[in-house]
């Protein structure tokens, strides 16, 4: 019986690279949190305690079950707003399409916590829109406290995720499925559900993963909305930062627990998706239909009307802060005191901002690419693996991620706690999912035939790959780089636990900003992040000359 001769390519290579970054960044971090969770805090043992509390304390499972629910159904209306906004504007000639892109992208750019107290002072109880309705028209608007208001919230701001990858999907479309069907008498409706769905499941699919991970790994949102509606990441949250009777060794049960969840929702997917072949080669993309008069405007105002929802949240961050605002809030009037004392006190946390995004999405980028080959056409034991651990640390609270590379870095022989590499490897690690799942999701509807064939000719695999197919990745990885990057600058709970004095960021500020009650700073610091993302969209789209899109 003879032995298979292991290959020495450049794949071989590759994937000892990435699975040795794995095991020191991602794997062995994780143990660590993993072998805590058994143990307990009274005897120092290894114990099953913390688990028995967690499912005998209603307190506790009942937090998994609301996670569950604000996810699920976060998801689903998601789904429902994303896939209709990515076809209306993929197939027809939308008024201003290009500017309602861009500002769908900034939803996501919602800062953290400012996001969500814009919704407070729009929609709480004083809020501008509550007291407008209440004052004008005798109308008490639905509260926007817990989970209603989580839901919605988490719908117009994660939304496009479903939208970018899904509008992504449909321009690789071939038009020659759609008319085939067209030309055997199916309604454009039926040849919607029929075809082009079915077709772009893959890219539908990585959106909705998306959304449900963001949902149920972020404490930011419900912290500030829940109001009693107590979801497990904030209870992991408060375990670990607690001054009184903090459980470090509860809370990392309740984070393996997050792991186990969100592990069972991707085995689900990547099962349904595997069951059918979507390979298609786009050699007609399907052509704008050009609309006129009232039927523009009709097919016009649902998409504006969700993009000005989305968006909001940044406009009341901007107006606010111009707005002169003290210990106390906002006490009206104009000013731009604001930006002034942010300049002159913070603006080391704007340079780190800035300096360890860009270093970390160089990185983002280039293993993104290669993990998202090795998943797909790779087939073995290493994509398989890598496909699953690639997202842990997007499904476990951004706080846990940094306490587990606290633990880990803390001691010899890699002593990297409170330095800005320890920052980049938590913005690489965390943000690395967004980028290998646009890569993968596009992947999967390129012809592999056309690397065959470069391949056949002798070019080499590693040739074949940064010529031929990495070219054609690009308008999913740059779609995923865009994701990473907007979502590094505005990281915040795994930075608020890592960061030290010459390391703090524009988000860590943000939030100890709105702990002091000193939002026109945090106000002003969230309206940089805001600039920032338009300015770097527009710069992407002015050098890609509109050949290579964004999503």
């Known amino acids: 019986m003879t032995k298979k001769k292991i290959r020495l390519d450049f794949w071989f ?219 497990l990441p904030v209870l992991v949250y408060n375990e670990y930062m607690s001054e009184i009777g903090g459980n470090a060794y509860l809370a990392s049960a309740l984070s393996v627990i997050v792991v186990l969840c969100s592990t069972t929702v991707l085995l689900v997917q990547k099962h349904l998706v595997s069951k059918k072949n979507y390979v298609m080669t786009a050699m007609r993309p399907p052509q704008e239909i050009e609309l006129h008069g009232v039927k523009r405007f009709l097919i016009t105002f649902p998409v504006a009307l969700v993009t000005f929802i989305g968006i909001l949240p940044q406009i009341v961050v901007i107006v606010s802060s111009f707005i002169k605002a003290d210990f106390t809030g906002f006490i009206g009037g104009f000013s731009l005191d604001s930006y002034i004392t942010i300049f002159n006190r913070l603006g080391t946390n704007i340079k780190n901002t800035f300096l360890f995004s860009t270093i970390a999405i160089v990185f983002i980028i280039i293993i993104g690419m290669l993990i998202s080959y090795i998943i797909v056409r790779q087939k073995g034991i290493a994509g398989q693996v890598m496909d699953m651990l690639i997202m842990f640390p997007f499904v476990i609270p951004g706080a846990v991620l940094g306490i587990s590379l606290i633990v880990a870095f803390n001691k010899e022989p890699l ?110 610091l969230a309206t940089i992040l805001t600039v920032s993302t338009v300015v770097s969209l527009l710069i992407f789209l002015k050098v890609s000359k509109g050949k290579v899109s964004i999503v």
């Open 415 to 524: 002593i990297l706690t409170g330095t800005a590499a320890i920052m980049i490897i938590a913005f690489v690690v965390r943000k690395l999912p967004y980028t290998v799942r646009s890569g993968s999701a596009f992947l999967q509807q390129m012809d592999p035939s056309v690397e065959e064939a470069s391949i056949n000719l002798g070019v080499s695999p590693m040739k074949t790959f940064f010529t031929l197919t990495a070219r054609l990745m690009a308008p999913g990885i740059l779609s995923g780089g865009i994701l990473s990057w907007i979502t590094c600058i505005n990281e915040l709970s795994s930075s608020v636990m890592l960061y030290g004095g010459k390391t703090s960021t524009i988000s860590v500020a943000i939030y100890t900003e709105v702990v002091r009650n000193s939002y026109g700073t945090a106000a002003a």
């Open 13 to 231: 290579w590759v994937k000892v690279l990435v699975v040795g970054i794995m095991l020191l960044f991602l794997i062995y971090p994780f143990c660590t949190l993993i072998t805590k969770s058994f143990f307990s805090s009274k005897t120092g043992l290894l114990s099953l305690d913390n688990y028995i509390r967690f499912f005998t304390k209603k307190y506790y499972y009942s937090a998994l079950f609301r996670s569950l629910f604000v996810s699920s159904v976060s998801t689903i209306t998601t789904l429902i707003v994303g896939v209709p906004i990515a076809y209306l504007m993929n197939r027809y000639n939308v008024w201003m399409k290009k500017y309602i892109h861009i500002f769908i992208i900034m939803s996501l750019m919602s800062p953290p916590f400012i996001g969500a107290y814009s919704w407070i002072m729009l929609f709480g109880r004083a809020g501008l829109v509550t007291s407008f309705f209440k004052d004008t028209f005798g109308i008490a608007l639905p509260s926007i406290y817990g989970k209603l208001g989580i839901i919605l919230v988490f719908t117009f701001k994660l939304f496009p995720y479903v939208y970018l990858y899904t509008s992504g999907a449909m321009g690789s479309i071939d038009s020659s499925l759609e008319e085939a069907a067209e030309n055997l008498g199916s309604s454009k409706l039926r040849r919607l559900f029929t075809v082009t769905i079915p077709v772009i499941i893959p890219s539908i699919a990585a959106g909705a993963i998306m959304v449900f991970m963001t949902s149920l790994a972020d404490f930011g949102t419900p912290m500030l909305l829940g109001e009693g509606y107590m979801v």
